[in-house]
């Protein structure tokens, strides 16, 4: 079945940066869309930044020139890159895969990402 492993979260001071990855298994990793999406106490989940099969990349306004995401097929893992990081991008991220963009339907555990001032 469909597994995704995330790590890399962590505790910075704001302008730091953390790598994010989310291990993928269970299906071809190359042919699904994939996303990053956080959460923070009290607050919607949001989406941060995704990727789809064609490589297309699309991020939240707010972490534009911030934050960068990749993936490596060879080792079925998707990255978030996270520079200049701000207090107001502390929450739990998760990753997530599906057929397409609009259907993510599998989601990985999260991982906390806090930062301080």
């Known amino acids: 079945q469909v597994q995704l492993v995330e790590s890399g979260g962590g505790s910075v001071q704001s302008g730091g940066s953390l790598r994010l990855s989310c291990a993928a298994s269970g299906y071809t990793f190359s042919s699904y869309s994939m996303g990053w999406f956080r959460q923070a106490p009290g607050k919607e989940r949001e989406g941060v930044a995704a990727i789809d099969s064609d490589g297309r990349t699309h991020y939240k306004d707010s972490v534009k020139g911030r934050f960068t995401i990749s993936q490596d097929n060879a080792k079925n893992t998707l990255y978030l890159q996270m520079n200049s990081l701000k207090p107001e991008d502390t929450a739990m991220y998760s990753c997530?895969?599906?057929?397409?963009?609009?259907?993510?339907?599998?989601w990985g555990q999260g991982t906390q990402v806090t930062v301080s001032s």
């Open positions: 997530a895969a599906g057929a397409h963009l609009t259907k993510l339907n599998y």
